[in-house]
């Protein structure tokens, strides 16, 4: 340890925000050269603040209450502008918890990661993108990020940020919405990089497994809380088909097709897909990043149009685009995208984002408009001081609980959860399953919950539906597909 170089040192860092909450208690940290440290902690610890802070980008608003940052031997909360845009240019490569937001949806694939590069050849840009496990063979780098999957946008962005060939990568839960398989390869190859570029590798993350598997050294933010019990599994009818299995009923899509084109190479996303979810029953959607779980979920909520096959509720065509649905059909569905911090609007407080769908569908009378916003904060674990707080003033597990607020505001029949637990630390996540369980049995509210935490989806599912390669591979009762382990 004493013969391996310190590039990044905190002493003693706290930031709050002046009246208001404490982003990051006092933390030390030291990141050496050929190391990976992982961050942990309970969601709304400062994972996310401590590593903005290494870059110097403190959240709005924020002020260093006490402490230092030193990076490579520079003061980053004392350099000027020009010097630090240097500095991350370089020699410090950032990856945030939404890295969707910060990939141009204009640009290609090859054209993000060459844009910064070091050597922007189209060798070396396809050396990286494989390196990072990602298909080149199959028309990726051509495609634009909003093609891609959550988990392939998220390792394009890790290759963005390794072109540069970083002194320091910076990573905020660089696993979210992976499945176990590129958890474990994402996983080995931090530690290969540690090792051979020697770079020093800091994550922030919730995942145990990923730790172990990589972390040399990890400094714990909080206080660690033994995981409650998992509830037994959710009530299935007797004959274990899904509640409310009338025919007809509920949200159903028969016969999806949906591809993408790119330069003349097409790539479908959706080949025939059929799927059904009953009133008051929870359904997962399961399968490899890029499988097509998030493109299904986007033609369930009307965001984007299918090529081919037809959407009904409760027996009844349903258009395919979201505006063409009436107000009622919109309100009676919602989604919870993947990514909150690029969901939510960075300009409104969390009381204002709450308050517009409960007025747009006139969900709360005039008057009690400030009590309900209280109450669907509440509803997800959050204080009702919140409401004057702005996105930039949360967690990544805050932000993804104001978005399952915003999306139950109108009182939806089905609610389309997209990787909602994948940012949220054990406890968190269960706390949330929990709260959507709740919902599912008082409101008799339809989940379609899209996951890779095979755990949760079952405990907490009836059925589920298993993609592969843009296809439905199998389905039926979750506890004959995934069952529950305790």
């Given at each position: 340890?004493t013969?391996?170089?310190t590039?990044?040192?905190?002493?003693?860092?706290?930031?709050?925000?002046?009246?208001?909450?404490?982003?990051?208690?006092?933390?030390?940290l030291?990141?050496?050269?050929?190391?990976?440290?992982a961050?942990t902690?309970p969601?709304?610890?400062g994972?996310?603040?401590?590593?903005?802070?290494?870059?110097?980008?403190l959240?709005?608003?924020?002020?260093?209450?006490?402490?230092?940052?030193?990076?490579?031997?520079?003061?980053?909360?004392?350099?000027?502008?020009?010097?630090?845009?240097?500095?991350?240019?370089?020699?410090?490569?950032?990856?945030g918890?939404?890295p969707a937001?910060?990939?141009?949806?204009?640009?290609?694939?090859?054209?993000?990661?060459?844009e910064?590069?070091d050597d922007?050849?189209?060798?070396?840009?396809?050396?990286?993108?494989?390196e990072?496990?990602?298909?080149v063979?199959?028309?990726?780098?051509?495609?634009?990020?909003?093609?891609?999957?959550?988990?392939?946008?998220?390792?394009?962005?890790?290759?963005?940020?390794l072109?540069?060939?970083?002194?320091?990568?910076?990573?905020d839960?660089?696993?979210?919405?992976?499945?176990?398989?590129?958890?474990?390869d994402?996983?080995?190859?931090?530690?290969?990089?540690?090792?051979?570029?020697?770079?020093?590798?800091?994550?922030?993350?919730?995942?145990?497994?990923?730790?172990?598997?990589?972390?040399?050294?990890?400094?714990?933010?909080?206080?660690?809380?033994?995981?409650?019990?998992?509830?037994?599994?959710?009530?299935?009818?007797?004959?274990?088909?899904?509640?409310?299995?009338?025919?007809?009923s509920?949200?159903?899509?028969?016969?999806?097709?949906?591809?993408?084109?790119?330069?003349?190479?097409?790539y479908?996303?959706l080949?025939?897909?059929?799927?059904?979810?009953?009133?008051?029953?929870?359904?997962?959607?399961?399968?490899?990043?890029?499988?097509?779980?998030?493109t299904?979920?986007?033609?369930?909520a009307g965001?984007?149009?299918?090529?081919?096959?037809?959407?009904?509720?409760?027996?009844?065509?349903?258009?395919?685009?979201?505006r063409?649905?009436?107000?009622?059909?919109?309100?009676?569905?919602?989604?919870?995208?993947?990514?909150?911090?690029?969901?939510?609007?960075?300009?409104?407080?969390?009381g204002?984002?709450?308050?517009?769908?409960l007025?747009?569908?006139?969900?709360?009378?005039?008057?009690?408009?400030?009590?309900?916003?209280?109450?669907?904060?509440?509803?997800?674990?959050?204080?009702?001081g919140?409401a004057r707080?702005?996105?930039?003033?949360?967690?990544?597990?805050?932000?993804?609980?104001?978005s399952?607020?915003?999306?139950?505001?109108?009182?939806?029949d089905?609610?389309?959860c997209?990787?909602?637990?994948?940012?949220?630390d054990?406890?968190?996540?269960?706390?949330?399953?929990?709260?959507?369980t709740?919902?599912?049995?008082?409101?008799?509210l339809?989940?379609?919950?899209?996951s890779?935490?095979?755990?949760?989806?079952?405990?907490?599912t009836?059925?589920?539906h298993?993609?592969?390669?843009?296809?439905?591979?199998?389905?039926?009762?979750?506890?004959l597909?995934?069952?529950?382990?305790?």
């Amino acid at each position: 340890m004493t013969d391996t170089p310190t590039v990044v040192g905190v002493t003693d860092l706290e930031i709050r925000v002046p009246d208001g909450p404490v982003l990051l208690a006092r933390t030390s940290l030291t990141l050496r050269r050929g190391r990976v440290t992982a961050l942990t902690g309970p969601s709304g610890s400062g994972k996310s603040t401590l590593l903005r802070a290494v870059i110097g980008d403190l959240p709005a608003g924020a002020h260093v209450t006490s402490g230092t940052v030193d990076v490579l031997g520079h003061d980053v909360l004392a350099l000027p502008a020009e010097r630090l845009r240097r500095l991350r240019r370089h020699h410090v490569a950032y990856v945030g918890q939404d890295p969707a937001s910060a990939l141009d949806p204009r640009m290609r694939v090859r054209r993000i990661v060459a844009e910064t590069a070091d050597d922007p050849s189209a060798r070396a840009v396809r050396d990286l993108l494989a390196e990072c496990r990602l298909p080149v063979d199959d028309g990726l780098p051509d495609r634009r990020p909003g093609t891609l999957s959550g988990g392939q946008q998220r390792r394009v962005a890790l290759a963005r940020a390794l072109a540069r060939r970083p002194d320091v990568l910076l990573l905020d839960e660089p696993t979210a919405g992976l499945d176990t398989a590129l958890r474990d390869d994402i996983g080995d190859l931090l530690r290969h990089l540690a090792t051979t570029r020697r770079i020093a590798v800091v994550l922030a993350c919730h995942d145990p497994e990923l730790v172990a598997r990589c972390a040399d050294d990890v400094v714990d933010l909080g206080t660690t809380t033994r995981p409650r019990p998992r509830p037994a599994a959710p009530a299935t009818a007797t004959d274990d088909r899904p509640l409310a299995d009338a025919a007809g009923s509920g949200l159903a899509a028969h016969g999806l097709d949906v591809t993408f084109t790119q330069q003349g190479r097409s790539y479908r996303a959706l080949a025939g897909v059929g799927f059904s979810a009953a009133p008051g029953s929870a359904t997962g959607v399961v399968g490899p990043s890029g499988s097509g779980k998030t493109t299904l979920l986007r033609v369930l909520a009307g965001l984007q149009r299918p090529d081919a096959g037809t959407l009904t509720l409760d027996g009844r065509p349903l258009p395919a685009v979201a505006r063409r649905r009436d107000r009622t059909q919109q309100r009676r569905i919602q989604l919870v995208p993947q990514n909150p911090l690029g969901a939510l609007n960075p300009a409104r407080t969390i009381g204002a984002t709450l308050t517009r769908p409960l007025r747009l569908h006139r969900a709360a009378p005039k008057g009690d408009v400030a009590d309900r916003v209280a109450e669907l904060l509440d509803d997800v674990g959050l204080p009702a001081g919140f409401a004057r707080r702005y996105p930039h003033e949360l967690s990544g597990g805050q932000r993804q609980r104001v978005s399952i607020a915003r999306a139950l505001a109108p009182g939806p029949d089905v609610l389309l959860c997209d990787e909602v637990t994948s940012a949220l630390d054990a406890d968190t996540a269960v706390t949330v399953m929990e709260l959507l369980t709740r919902l599912k049995a008082g409101r008799r509210l339809t989940l379609v919950l899209v996951s890779h935490e095979l755990h949760l989806v079952g405990a907490y599912t009836d059925t589920v539906h298993i993609l592969d390669a843009g296809r439905v591979a199998r389905s039926g009762p979750t506890h004959l597909l995934i069952p529950v382990t305790r």
